[in-house]
């Protein structure tokens, strides 16, 4: 089966950096699509940053020129570099996959922002 893990998140300071990173397996048939959602209590979640096999990447206008999602399909890993982080950055984020036609979703991993 496909699973997500994503990790590296914690606590970290405002104008702070953080790098995520979302290990994967059980994806035999390539990846169509790679992501990061975010979702701070009482909102909905929504879309940080995806990138598709065609080379397109869309960004939130919050965390363009501050955020970057990779991939390195060697090692099966996704990745969210995160720079000047601001307190509004504070959620759990989560990885995402499509492959197959299907959606699949890591447990999320909570980035705090606070001085």
């Known amino acids: 089966q496909v699973q997500l893990v994503e990790s590296g998140g914690g606590l970290v300071q405002p104008g702070g950096s953080l790098r995520l990173s979302c290990a994967t397996s059980?994806?035999?048939?390539?990846?169509?699509?790679w992501g990061w959602y975010r979702q701070a209590p009482g909102k909905e979640r929504e879309l940080v940053a995806r990138?598709?096999?065609?080379?397109?990447?869309n960004y939130a206008d919050s965390v363009k020129g501050r955020f970057i999602i990779s991939r390195d399909s060697t090692k099966n890993m996704v990745y969210l570099q995160m720079n000047s982080l601001k307190v509004e950055d504070t959620a759990v984020y989560y990885c995402?996959?499509?492959?197959?036609?299907?959606?699949?979703w890591g447990q999320g991993t909570q980035v705090t922002v606070s001085s």
């Open positions: 990138a598709t096999s065609i080379g397109s990447t």
């Open positions: 995402n996959v499509v492959t197959m036609g299907v959606n699949y």
């Open positions: 059980g994806i035999f048939f390539g990846v169509n699509a």
